[in-house]
C-alpha cells in the first residue's frame, strides 16, 4: 500500500511537471472532455516508467525508515538476522518492478506515445476559439488582422471596426473601415460568416508589387451600407493520419528498432559507397581529361618572341607534351594560352564549387543519418536504463532509510527529490550528449547508472556494517577538531544539592594543578612546532597533558556542587584543553595561563573574596 501511495504521489508531480509544458496549446481550443481525458490518459501512460523509479526511492526510504525509527530494525539484527536476507522480499518486488517498467516501455508507451502525439499535433493545428478582444488587433484568424473598439456581449456586435485583409500579400493588404460587424460561425463550423455595416474599402489596384518609393499608388475605394465575406476558420478537431509518426524511435518497440537500424544501416553503406565511388572517379588526382579536351594545336603558350624557330619549338614541345600518358599539369598548363587558361580555371572554379556544393549535400545526409541510427540506440538503452533504475534506487533508498532512522514524509521525501533530481539531470545530460555524438551513445545513456549504482553499493555496505554515515554530530566533531572550534563548558546552579563539595580538597587540587601546567610549560618548550606536531598525530608523549585535563574535569564535577554563584560563573571560565586539535599549538600556552589565572579565581571565590 505505501508503494501504490508514493507511486500515486510521483505520478502526480510528474504529471503535473508535464502538463505545464503543454497548456498553452490546450487553452482557447474549446477541446471537449473526452478529447482532455484522451490526451492525459495516454500523458499518464507514458510517463509511467519514469514515476516508477521515484516511487521506489520514495517507498523503500519510508519502509526502512519506519522500521529504522521503531528500533524493529535494530531488533532483527540483534537476532542474528543481517540486512541483505531482511531486504530480499524488498528486493525481488523490485526486481518485479524493474520488468514491469520494461514492459511498459517496450509494449505499452510506443503506442501511448503514437496516440499522444498524433492528438497533441491534431490539437496544436486546430484553430482556437473565436475570442476576439476589445481594443487591439487580433491576429487569430489567419490572413487578416482586427480591431475592434467597443463590442456587445449578449448580442455579439462589434462596432468601430477595422479589418487588414491581406489576401493579396502583406505588401498589399486589403483595408476595411465599418461603423458595426457580427461574425458568426457555420453551422459546420469551418467558415466564419463577416457581416459588416455602414463601412469603406480600400483596396490597391497596382498590382506590379513595386509601390514602396512611390509617391503616387492608384487605389479603389468602395463604400457600402452592407458588405459580407465568408472566411474559412475551421475549429473542428481533424486527426491526423494513424501512421504519421510510425517511423519515430519512441513510437516503436525494441525489435522493430532493430530492423530500423539495420535497414539504415544498409542504406549508409550503400549511400557511402556511392559517395566514394563518385569521388573516385570524378576527383581523382590523376584525372588529366580536362587537358585532352583541347587540340595540340591550342597547347601552345603565347610568343614571346617574333622569330618563327621559337613559336615551331614550342609548338612541337606541346605536342610531346599532349601524347605522353604521363602529365605534369603545371609545365601543360604553362604552354596553354592565355585565353585557354582562363577557361580551365573557369572550369576548375564551377567544379570545385559543385563539387563543394554536392559534398555538402553528402555530409548532411550522413549526419542526418547517424543521428537517426543515435537516436534509436539512444532509445533502446534508454528503455534497458530506465527499467534498471528502478532496481538501482532500491540499493539506494533501501540502505539510506536504515541509515537514515527517519519515516514519514518529512527527510525521506526531502531526500529523494533531492536524488531524483540529481540522477535526472545527469540523465538527460547524458542522453543529450550522445545524441549528439559528443560522446558514445553507450556512455551517455548509462551516465546516471553508473555514478549512482556504486553509491547505493556503497550506502548498502555502510547501512549493513551499521556505520553513522549520516550522523551529524561526528562529522561536527569532525570540523571541530579539524579547525580548532574551542568548546564552551556550560555549567549552571542546581536547585537541589544533597552534598557540598570539599572546598578544602579543591583548593589542594588547584594547587596541584597550577604546578603541574608551570612544571609542564618549563618542562616541554613549548615554542617548538614539532612538538606540537606529533602530539596531534599521538606520537608525542601527552600523559602529562591528559593527567591535568582529567583533574581539571573532576574539580568542574566536584564544584558544580556549589552554592556560590560566583564560584559556578569561574567554572564555566575553566578551558577545556583538546590537544588533538590541528590549532592546539597556537593555545597550548595560553590554555596554561588560563587555568592558572583561572585557578586563582576560584581559590578567592571559594574564600569569599
Known amino acids: 500500500m505505501l508503494f501504490f501511495g508514493t507511486f500515486s504521489i510521483s505520478l502526480f ?48 526510504l519510508i519502509s526502512m525508515g519506519n522500521i529504522g525509527e521503531r528500533l524493529e530494525l535494530l531488533a532483527i539484527k540483534a537476532a542474528g538476522i543481517t540486512l541483505f536476507r531482511t531486504l530480499r522480499p524488498v528486493m525481488i518486488a523490485s526486481i518485479i518492478i524493474s520488468g514491469i517498467s520494461f514492459y ?70 486589403h483595408i476595411i473601415i465599418a461603423d458595426s460587424a457580427l461574425l458568426q460561425t457555420s453551422s459546420t463550423k469551418q467558415q466564419l460568416l463577416l457581416h459588416l455595416y455602414n463601412g469603406t474599402q480600400f483596396e490597391n489596384t497596382d498590382n506590379t508589387g513595386f509601390q514602396q518609393g512611390r509617391s503616387n499608388v492608384p487605389y479603389r475605394r468602395e463604400t457600402f451600407v452592407e458588405k459580407h465575406f465568408i472566411i474559412d476558420f475551421d475549429t473542428n478537431l481533424n486527426m491526423l493520419e494513424g501512421d504519421t509518426f510510425d517511423e519515430y ?18 542504406q549508409c553503406d550503400s549511400l557511402g559507397r556511392a559517395i566514394y565511388e563518385e569521388s573516385k572517379r570524378d576527383y581523382s588526382i590523376y584525372n588529366t581529361s580536362m587537358f585532352y579536351s583541347y587540340n595540340h594545336e591550342d597547347m601552345v603558350a603565347e610568343p614571346v618572341s617574333s622569330a618563327e624557330a621559337t613559336q615551331k ?7 610531346t607534351l599532349a601524347k605522353t600518358e604521363s602529365i605534369d599539369i603545371d609545365t601543360a598548363f604553362s604552354h596553354l594560352g592565355s585565353v585557354k587558361q582562363q577557361q580551365i580555371l573557369l572550369q576548375a572554379m564551377q567544379r570545385v564549387q559543385s563539387a563543394e556544393f554536392r559534398t555538402s549535400y553528402q555530409e548532411s545526409a550522413m549526419n542526418y543519418s547517424n543521428w537517426f541510427l543515435r537516436s534509436y540506440w539512444v532509445e533502446i538503452y534508454q528503455k534497458l536504463s530506465m527499467s534498471l533504475a528502478c532496481f538501482m534506487f532500491f540499493l539506494i533508498g533501501a540502505p539510506l532509510g536504515a541509515i537514515i532512522r ?12 533531492l536524488i531524483f533530481i540529481f540522477y535526472y539531470i545527469v540523465n538527460n545530460a547524458g542522453v543529450k550528449l550522445g545524441r549528439e555524438g559528443v560522446v558514445p551513445v553507450e556512455l551517455g545513456v548509462w551516465m546516471s547508472t553508473l555514478i549512482l549504482t556504486p553509491i547505493g553499493v556503497f550506502l548498502t555496505v555502510k547501512s549493513n556494517n551499521d556505520s553513522a554515515v549520516f550522523n551529524m554530530d561526528s562529522y561536527k566533531e569532525f570540523f571541530r577538531k579539524l579547525l580548532g572550534i574551542r568548546q564552551k563548558r556550560n555549567i549552571r546552579m542546581k536547585e537541589v544539592i544533597i552534598n557540598d563539595p570539599d572546598y578544602g ?35 608525542g608523549d601527552s600523559s602529562d597533558i591528559r593527567d591535568i585535563c582529567e583533574k581539571i574535569d573532576y574539580l568542574v564535577d566536584m564544584l558544580s556542587n556549589s552554592k556560590k554563584r560566583q564560584v559556578i560563573a569561574d567554572l564555566n571560565h575553566m578551558p577545556i584543553v583538546d590537544y588533538h586539535s590541528f590549532r592546539y599549538w597556537r593555545r597550548v ?18 574564600n569569599g573574596k
Open 589 to 606: 600556552r595560553n590554555d596554561m595561563r588560563h587555568i592558572i589565572k583561572t585557578g586563582d579565581k576560584l581559590k578567592n571565590s571559594i
Open 406 to 417: 527517519k519515516g514519514g514524509l518529512g527527510m525521506p521525501v526531502v531526500a529523494s527529490v
Open 313 to 319: 619549338q614550342d609548338k612541337d614541345k606541346a605536342k
Open 505 to 539: 580538597y579543591a583548593e589542594t587540587l588547584i594547587d596541584e594543578i597550577s604546578s603541574r601546567c608551570r612544571k609542564y610549560m618549563k618542562d616541554k618548550k613549548l615554542k617548538r612546532f614539532s612538538y606540537y606536531l606529533k602530539l596531534y598525530f599521538g606520537k
Open 249 to 266: 524511435a519512441k513510437t516503436q518497440t525494441i525489435s522493430q528498432m532493430l530492423e530500423s537500424i539495420e535497414e539504415r544501416v544498409g
Open 13 to 60: 508531480v510528474v504529471l503535473l511537471q508535464f502538463s505545464w509544458r503543454y497548456i498553452d496549446d490546450l487553452v482557447g481550443k474549446g477541446l471537449d472532455l473526452i478529447t482532455l481525458v484522451q490526451f492525459f490518459w495516454y500523458a499518464t501512460l507514458y510517463l509511467v516508467p519514469v514515476a516508477l523509479p521515484l516511487a521506489v526511492l520514495l517507498a523503500s
Open 104 to 173: 511498459f516501455q517496450n509494449v505499452v508507451v510506443p503506442d501511448a506515445d503514437r496516440k499522444f502525439m498524433l492528438l497533441y499535433h491534431s490539437i496544436e493545428m486546430k484553430s482556437p476559439e473565436l475570442e476576439i478582444p476589445e481594443g487591439v488587433f487580433y491576429s487569430g484568424i489567419r490572413g487578416n488582422n482586427i480591431y475592434v473598439e467597443k463590442k456587445n456581449k449578449e448580442t455579439g456586435m462589434l462596432y468601430n471596426v477595422m479589418i487588414y485583409n491581406f489576401a493579396s500579400g502583406t505588401s498589399n493588404p
